[in-house]
C-alpha cells in the first residue's frame, strides 16, 4: 500500500514540479509572482477537451495543439500585462496578475460554463503491477514524462544560448542588456516555456483527475507556488524537489492522517522550512550592503 | 550657514507652524458615514432596492478588513496574503461565543461588544503567533506563508466538532464527537466540520458596524499620526535606518501584526453578527486577494483612498449586474487596465501632462518652455 | 581612560580581512577624519562600532562603557548614532518626521497615549517638534519641513541625514562622507555646520571623507586605513605629510 501511496504521491508532485518550474522561472527572470500561472494549467485543459472530446481529434492533436496555445497565451498575456508595468513595483504586477488570473478563469466560465466536465485520459494505459501494489498507468507516464521534460529543461538552459541568455536576465538584467542580450524576447521565452510546461501539466493532471472546470488550475497552481518557494524560489532544482516532496507529504497526509487536514499540514510543514530557512531549501541568501 | 542661529527663538516657530492633521482625519472618517447616510435614505425612499441595503453592512465588515490590511501593506510596507485568516477567526470565535452565550446574556448591547473583543482578540492572538515565527521573513517569502497560514486557519475551523448538552461543551477536532458522549435530548451542534456555523444572533445592523467603521479608523489614523506610526514607517522605508535611529523592529511589527488582526476578527464577528450562515471556506485566499486590491487600488497607506475604492470596487460588480454574465470578466479587464494606467510610466507622464494643461499653472508653462 | 577607546578590533570575510587590528582613542568633543582609498575599509568600521557587524576580536568602549558585541538598536540607545555613505533616509515621510524617528527614544509616550489622544501625546509632541524644529534650523531645513525627504535635492538630503543622527542625542557621531556629491559651496557650508555641531554639542565625531579639503579644514586629527590596516594616526597635518600615507592614497 504504501508504496503505491508514494508512487502516487511522486506523480502529483511531478505535476506539481512541472507548475513550479514555470513559477520560479518567471521569477528568476522577470522578479514577479506570476499569479495567473495557475490558470494556464486549466487553459491548457480546456483546450485539450475541447480538440479531444469536442473536436474529435486525436490525442497527439489535442496534446500539441494545447501545449501550442499555452504558450502563445503565455506571451501574450506577458505583453499585453506585464510589459507595461517592467519598471513598476512589484505589489503592482501581482495585483495585474491577479487580474489576468480573474479574466482567464471568467473567460472560461463564460465559455465553457461553470459545471465541471467530465475529461476521459487521452490515452488509455494498463494498470502496472509492481510486487502486489498496483499502480495506474497514468501515473507512471506522468513521472515518465516530467523526468524528461525535466531532463530536456536542463539542457536547454544549460547548453543553448537562449538558456545562457535566460540566466544571464536572471543574474542581472541592467547588465545582461548591456552585454547585448535582447531582454524583451528572453522574458517572452521564458513564459512561452513556462506556459508550455504549465499545458502539460494540465494534460498530465486531467489524465488522473479527470475532471476540469474553470477554477482547476487555482488550487494546483497555489501548491505549485508552495512548492517553489519550498525549494528556493528562483532555483530550478528547488522547483523540483519542492514539487515532489510536497505531492508526497500531501497524499500521504491523506492517507495516513487526514484527508481534510492535508493541506493544512502541507502549510505547516512549508511555514516550518521557511522558518529554518528563509530562503527555502535551494533559495540564494541575500544581504542587504551597508 | 549664512545666518548662524544658535537656538530658534519662539517667532521662527510661530511663524513656520504645525500643520494639524485633525481637519484631514475628520474628513476621511465623514466619507462613509456621508455614504452609508446617503445610501440608508435612498433606502429608506425606495430609490435603491433592498438588495442594496443588503449589501451596504458587508461593504462596512470590507472597508474594516481593507483598513486594517492596509496597516500591514501600506504603512508597515509587509505583503499579506492571509487577512482573510484572521477575519475567519474572528467570526468563529465571536460567533460561537454569542451562540453559547444567548440564553444567559439576554440583551445584544452587552454580548455584542463581548463578542466583538473576544473574536478581535482571539485574531489578534493568531496575528501575533504567526507574526513571532516569521519576524525573519520579508516580500515574497513572508506573503506566501501569510497565505498559507490563512488556508491553514481555514482548514482548522472546517474540522472542528463542537456541541453543546446539558453537562457542557464537547470538542472533537478531525473527527465527529462520539454520541455515547452526548446527551441526545439536549444535544444542541454548534459546528459539525465543514458544515457552516448557523445560528449566531444577528446581533449587527448598519448602525453598528458603521459605529465599528468609525472606531476603526479612529484608531488607525491616530496610530499611523503618532510615535508609534512614524517608528513603523520609518520601517517600511529604511530598515537598517530605522535601526541606527533606535527602532525596535520586532516590537513595532508585533504591534502592527497584532492590532491589523484584531480588526480583522472586528470583521469577521460582524460578519457572523450579520449573515445567516458562516462558512470557513469563504475566507480563504480569494477573500485576502480580494482586499489586497482594494488597498492597492486605493494607494498604499492611504486610508481615504482605501474606503473610496473599496465602495468602488466592491460595488462595480453590483453595477456590472446588467452585464450579467459578463460582469466578472469585465471587472478583471477594469482591474489590469487600472494598473497598468496607474503604474506604467507612459501613462503617468501623459497624466501629469494632462493636469499640468488643466490646471495652466506657472509650473505647467514652465514645463513646456 | 580616553572618552572613545577602540582596541585592535577586526573582521574577516571569507578569509579576507576586511579590518585588522583597528585601534582609536578620542577625547570627548574631539573630530577625528577616517580616510583611506576606496575599499580600505572605512565603512566596515562604522559597521562594526553601529553593529551591523560583530568583530571578531577586539573591544570599543565609550565613556567607560563597554560596547562590543551590543546590537545596532542597543547601540543607538548607549547614545551612537551615524549617517551612510549611500543615504539611508525615511523617503516617503516628511523631512520633520524623519527627525521625529530620531527623537524616537528621547521623548516617548505609549501606542495606547498615541491612539486616545492622551495629554501626553500633545505634550510630548509638542517638545518633539520643537526640538526637531531647532535641529532643522540649525541644518537650514527648516523651510522644508514638510517636504518629502526623497524630494530633498542631495545636499540637503545629506544635511537632514545628520540632523537625524543627532536627533537621538547621541555621545558619538559617525559621519559617513557627509560631503560626497556635494560642490564645493555646499561642502564649505557643511564644514561650518560640522564644526557648529562639536562647538555647540560638545560633541565626539568620527567622519569618513574623501574630499581632503574639508578633513584637514576640520579634523584635528586622522586615521589614515588601508586594506583594513592603520597606515598612520596622529595630527592631520603631519599624518598628510607622511610619505607612506601619501603613496597609498595618491598611488604615487
Not at chain 2, 255 to 274: D, K, N, Q, R
Not at chain 3, 221 to 230: M, T, Y
Amino acid at each position: 500500500m504504501f508504496i503505491s501511496y508514494l508512487l502516487s504521491g511522486v506523480s502529483l508532485g511531478a505535476i506539481y514540479a512541472l507548475i513550479a518550474l514555470g513559477y520560479t522561472m518567471v521569477y528568476g527572470i522577470a522578479k514577479m509572482l506570476n499569479f495567473a500561472h495557475g490558470d494556464v494549467i486549466m487553459v491548457g485543459g480546456y483546450v485539450a477537451f475541447t480538440l479531444s472530446v469536442t473536436l474529435g481529434g486525436s490525442a497527439w492533436v489535442a496534446i500539441i495543439g494545447s501545449i501550442v496555445f499555452c504558450t502563445l497565451v503565455g506571451i501574450v498575456i506577458e505583453k499585453v500585462a506585464y510589459k507595461p508595468l517592467r519598471s513598476a513595483s512589484k505589489l503592482a504586477v501581482l495585483i495585474t496578475a491577479i487580474g489576468v488570473s480573474y479574466f482567464l478563469q471568467n473567460l472560461a466560465l463564460l465559455i465553457f460554463g461553470s459545471n465541471s466536465r467530465n475529461f476521459q485520459s487521452l490515452v488509455s494505459i494498463p494498470v502496472i503491477s509492481i510486487g502486489q501494489a498496483t499502480v495506474p498507468g497514468e501515473t507512471i507516464v506522468t513521472i515518465g514524462v516530467s523526468i524528461l521534460i525535466v531532463i530536456g529543461l536542463m539542457l536547454f538552459i544549460n547548453k543553448s544560448k537562449s538558456g545562457a541568455a535566460m540566466l544571464a536576465v536572471s543574474e542581472d538584467r541592467g547588465a545582461a542588456e548591456l552585454m547585448g542580450i535582447n531582454v524583451n524576447k528572453t522574458i517572452s521565452l521564458t513564459f512561452a516555456i513556462g506556459s508550455g510546461l504549465a499545458a502539460i501539466a494540465g494534460i498530465l493532471m486531467c489524465s488522473q483527475y479527470p475532471m476540469i472546470g474553470p477554477y482547476t488550475g487555482q488550487m494546483p497552481g497555489i501548491k505549485a507556488f508552495i512548492a517553489a518557494v519550498f525549494g528556493g524560489i528562483g532555483s530550478i532544482p528547488g522547483a523540483m524537489i519542492g514539487g515532489v516532496v510536497i505531492g508526497i507529504i500531501e497524499n500521504l497526509s491523506k492517507a495516513y492522517i487526514s484527508s481534510q487536514l492535508s493541506d493544512a499540514i502541507t502549510f505547516v510543514i512549508l511555514i516550518l522550512t521557511l522558518v529554518i530557512k528563509p530562503t527555502g531549501l535551494f533559495g540564494k541568501k541575500l544581504k542587504e550592503k551597508v | 550657514m549664512k545666518n548662524k542661529k544658535t537656538d530658534v527663538s519662539a517667532g521662527v516657530l510661530k511663524t513656520i507652524g504645525f500643520k494639524s492633521t485633525a481637519g484631514n482625519k475628520i474628513i476621511t472618517i465623514l466619507i462613509p458615514i456621508l455614504f452609508f447616510g446617503i445610501c440608508q435614505m435612498l433606502v429608506s425612499y425606495g430609490v435603491l432596492g433592498s438588495l442594496f441595503e443588503g449589501l451596504l453592512v458587508p461593504l462596512c465588515f470590507y472597508i474594516i478588513m481593507a483598513v486594517s490590511l492596509n496597516l500591514t501593506v501600506g504603512i508597515l510596507g509587509e505583503l499579506s496574503l492571509g487577512h482573510a485568516g484572521f477575519m475567519c477567526v474572528g467570526a468563529y470565535v465571536g460567533g460561537i461565543f454569542s451562540f453559547i452565550t444567548q440564553e444567559t446574556i439576554t440583551s445584544p448591547w452587552i454580548r455584542f461588544p463581548l463578542a466583538i473583543l473576544i473574536g478581535g482578540l482571539a485574531a489578534a492572538i493568531f496575528g501575533l503567533l504567526i507574526g513571532i515565527p516569521i519576524l525573519r521573513l520579508s516580500g515574497d517569502y513572508l506573503a506566501i506563508v501569510t497565505l498559507a497560514f490563512g488556508e491553514i486557519v481555514k482548514n482548522i475551523m472546517q474540522n472542528i466538532y463542537l456541541a453543546k448538552d446539558i453537562n457542557g461543551l464537547h470538542f472533537s477536532f478531525a473527527t465527529a464527537i462520539d454520541p455515547a458522549k452526548l446527551d441526545m435530548a439536549t444535544k444542541v451542534d454548534i459546528l459539525k466540520g465543514p458544515m457552516a456555523l448557523k445560528g449566531v444572533p444577528r446581533d449587527a445592523n448598519l448602525i453598528v458596524a458603521l459605529v465599528l467603521v468609525v472606531i476603526t479608523l479612529i484608531v488607525i489614523l491616530n496610530l499611523i499620526d503618532s510615535r508609534t506610526g512614524r517608528a513603523i514607517m520609518s520601517i517600511r522605508d529604511n530598515r537598517i535606518a530605522a535601526e541606527s535611529s533606535g527602532i525596535n523592529i520586532t516590537k513595532y511589527k508585533l504591534i502592527v501584526f497584532g492590532l491589523s488582526a484584531f480588526f480583522a476578527g472586528v470583521a469577521g464577528v460582524l460578519a457572523s453578527h450579520y449573515n445567516m450562515v458562516t462558512e470557513a471556506k469563504k475566507f480563504d485566499y480569494n477573500t485576502s486577494i480580494l482586499i489586497l486590491v482594494f488597498v492597492v487600488l486605493g494607494g498604499l497607506g492611504k486610508m481615504r483612498g482605501t474606503i473610496i475604492a473599496t465602495i468602488l470596487l466592491y460595488a462595480l460588480p453590483e453595477l456590472l449586474r446588467g452585464l450579467q454574465s459578463y460582469r466578472m470578466l469585465v471587472y478583471a479587464i477594469v482591474l489590469i487596465v487600472m494598473m497598468i494606467v496607474n503604474n506604467n510610466p507612459w501613462f503617468i507622464e501623459q497624466r501629469k501632462r494632462l493636469k499640468a494643461f488643466l490646471f495652466k499653472n506657472k509650473k505647467a508653462e514652465m514645463e513646456e518652455n | 581612560m580616553s572618552y572613545v577607546e577602540i582596541n585592535n578590533i577586526s573582521i574577516s570575510f571569507g578569509g579576507l580581512r576586511a579590518v585588522d587590528n583597528f585601534f582609536l582613542r578620542q577625547e570627548k568633543g574631539e573630530l577625528h577624519g577616517l580616510i583611506g582609498p576606496n575599499g580600505a575599509g572605512k565603512t566596515t568600521v562604522f559597521n562594526l562600532l553601529t553593529g551591523v557587524y560583530k568583530p571578531d576580536r577586539g573591544t570599543f568602549f565609550l565613556d567607560g562603557e563597554n560596547m562590543t558585541g551590543k546590537n545596532t538598536i542597543k547601540l543607538n540607545h548607549e547614545g551612537i548614532a551615524r549617517t551612510f555613505q549611500n543615504i539611508r533616509l525615511f523617503g516617503n515621510m516628511s523631512v520633520i518626521d524623519n527627525v521625529k524617528v530620531g527623537l524616537h527614544n528621547n521623548n516617548k509616550y505609549s501606542a495606547a497615549a498615541g491612539v486616545f489622544r492622551l495629554p501626553k501625546y500633545f505634550r510630548t509632541e509638542k517638545e518633539m517638534n520643537e526640538k526637531a524644529a531647532e535641529l532643522l534650523d540649525l541644518f537650514e531645513l527648516l523651510p522644508d519641513k514638510d517636504v518629502l525627504s526623497s524630494n530633498l535635492p542631495y545636499g540637503k538630503q545629506r544635511r537632514l541625514e545628520i540632523a537625524r543622527a543627532l536627533a537621538s542625542s547621541p555621545k558619538y557621531l559617525l559621519l559617513d562622507e557627509p560631503a560626497a556629491g556635494m560642490n564645493p559651496n555646499e561642502t564649505a557650508d557643511l564644514m561650518k555646520m560640522i564644526r557648529f555641531v562639536r562647538d555647540h554639542f560638545d560633541m565626539t565625531i568620527l567622519l569618513i571623507e574623501h574630499d581632503m579639503k574639508l578633513v584637514s579644514g576640520i579634523c584635528e586629527k586622522i586615521s589614515v586605513l588601508n586594506f583594513g590596516q592603520l597606515l598612520a594616526q596622529g595630527e592631520t597635518s603631519q599624518v598628510l605629510r607622511d610619505p607612506e600615507v601619501i603613496k597609498a592614497y595618491l598611488g604615487q
